[in-house]
């Protein structure tokens, strides 16, 4: 609206034009609604912290509560009885524990048939009601867990891992071996959860280290090494150490190293000069572990490998072979390359003091490699 050149009087409106000062009643009715305004949120505000604060409070109180009456169940006593089931539930699938057990073993008596229906979602429910089956002992617990795995995403198949690595049966070893060779969750996960089964997996873990996949191969003879003393795993580790894969060939070195046995030392000293660096590395650890002075030379020539993760490993194992160790590094000190010759003075200077016999090396020569 265009202004006219009409007298203003009080911002009404006049005969030839509009005001454009406001009157004061319009500014005590802005004033008195923003004051409002401002009444109505500083009262939610203070109601919701003053609520939020009330349910802290109840929060806490069903906590302190809930612990005194999970003490209880933990020490044998106490009943659940009086809780509801939703509460049951969320004792049932929290952290492994006395507590918890009873809680799934309530549960799986008074309501089985609604926690098998809930089994057979894909989704966290269903996750849970699984982790309650089979803490509580149902019978349908691992047909519902084979079944959940099939076509199941990484998700749901992380869940049943986590779900059976927490079972110390025969089944929940199969399931998770089941697991380990088809590759549906990370690997190096499953076998962390498969290394105290074993002993009781130790047959089919000899069988899959011959298996066409060298990754399973590989992943078998890493389980094997908990078990190595034993002759049936020493033989499939000096077998692995022909693959063709080199990770097996590495793996099959640190069985070897675990082993304490000097017999396979034939495939250790092959070892020492694979064409793959690791491999190398893991073959002179396994020296040093097993102590085998005989072959310390052929370990010392490795301070001077073109890689220099083998040469700390070979420094390493020298450390470990003692006099033999020192005698080994002692002949590297004329060695033509720097670092064998720097190492090698190291070595000397750190294990002469503790050989039965002090090694005299030539100080010239120390001071000069050190130089």
Request: aromatic share 6%.
């Amino acid at each position: 609206m265009r202004r006219t050149s009409g007298a203003v009087k009080g911002g009404r409106i006049c005969a030839d034009g509009v005001s454009v000062v406001p009157s004061f009643a319009a500014l005590v009715d802005t004033v008195i609604a923003l004051g409002l305004a401002w009444f109505a949120l500083s009262a939610w505000v203070v109601i919701g912290r003053a609520r939020a604060d009330r349910l802290r409070r109840a929060s806490a109180r069903l906590r302190r509560e809930s612990a005194r009456e999970l003490a209880r169940f933990a020490a044998g006593t106490g009943a659940f009885g009086g809780w509801p089931r939703r509460r049951l539930r969320r004792v049932a699938g929290g952290e492994l524990a006395p507590a918890s057990v009873r809680a799934t073993r309530e549960l799986v008596g008074v309501e089985p048939g609604r926690l098998e229906r809930r089994a057979t979602r894909r989704s966290e429910r269903g996750l849970l009601a699984l982790r309650i089956l089979a803490r509580g002992d149902s019978p349908e617990a691992f047909a519902l867990i084979r079944q959940a795995r099939l076509g199941g995403r990484e998700r749901v198949i992380a869940g049943l891992v986590a779900i059976v690595s927490e079972l110390d049966s025969l089944e929940a070893d199969e399931f998770l071996l089941s697991v380990l060779v088809a590759g549906d969750h990370p690997r190096s996960r499953t076998a962390t959860e498969l290394t105290h089964r074993v002993p009781r997996l130790r047959d089919k873990l000899l069988a899959l280290a011959a298996h066409p996949d060298g990754a399973i191969r590989y992943w078998a003879l890493m389980l094997l090494a908990n078990a190595a003393t034993e002759a049936a795993v020493v033989a499939a580790a000096v077998e692995g150490c022909c693959d063709l894969e080199a990770a097996v060939r590495g793996a099959a070195a640190r069985v070897l190293g675990a082993a304490g046995s000097l017999e396979p030392l034939f495939a250790l000293r092959g070892l020492l000069g694979d064409e793959v660096f690791f491999v190398r590395a893991h073959a002179v650890r396994a020296v040093g572990e097993l102590e085998a002075g005989s072959i310390a030379h052929e370990a010392a020539a490795l301070l001077a490998d073109p890689n220099w993760w083998v040469r700390a490993a070979a420094k390493e194992a020298l450390l470990a072979l003692g006099e033999d160790g020192l005698e080994a590094a002692a002949a590297t000190l004329h060695s033509e390359d720097r670092f064998a010759r720097e190492a090698a003075a190291d070595l000397v200077l750190r294990l002469r003091s503790a050989a039965p016999t002090p090694y005299e090396a030539p100080f010239e020569l120390l001071a000069g490699v050190a130089g």
